[in-house]
């Protein structure tokens, strides 16, 4: 089973910045596509953006201009850069590794809340 490490969660006021980290070990972290779904008090969960194999990357619209997804294959990070946050960014963050459907490895999640 992959080894998940998430970090860089907390608590911010609006308009403040966060970055998620997610480690990954156990899988052959360079094939995947890794995806930072949230999921807010009493919402489903929501994919906010992902990063292909390729780089190129995809966010859902409330987030766009404002979210920035990356990967260091070597170090076989995630990132999350989360710039001019407000409350409706509250949620549990989790990061997903993503090949198939048999082979779809989820971390525990991290909580971002933000709060006046």
């Known amino acids: 089973q992959p080894q998940f490490e998430e970090s860089g969660g907390g608590l911010v006021q609006p308009g403040d910045s966060l970055k998620l980290s997610c480690s990954i070990s156990?899988?052959?972290?360079?094939?995947?596509?890794l995806r930072w779904f949230r999921q807010a008090p009493g919402k489903q969960r929501e994919l906010a953006a992902l990063?292909?194999?390729?780089?190129?990357?995809s966010y859902v619209d409330a987030v766009k201009g404002r979210f920035t997804i990356s990967r260091d294959d070597d170090k076989e990070v995630m990132y999350l850069q989360m710039n001019n946050l407000n409350v409706e960014d509250t949620a549990v963050y989790y990061c997903?590794?993503?090949?198939?459907?048999?082979?779809?490895?989820w971390g525990q999640g991290i909580q971002v809340t933000v709060s006046p």
């Open positions: 997903d590794a993503y090949l198939n459907e048999m082979q779809d490895w």
């Open positions: 156990g899988i052959s972290f360079g094939a995947y596509e």
């Open positions: 990063i292909r194999a390729d780089d190129s990357t």
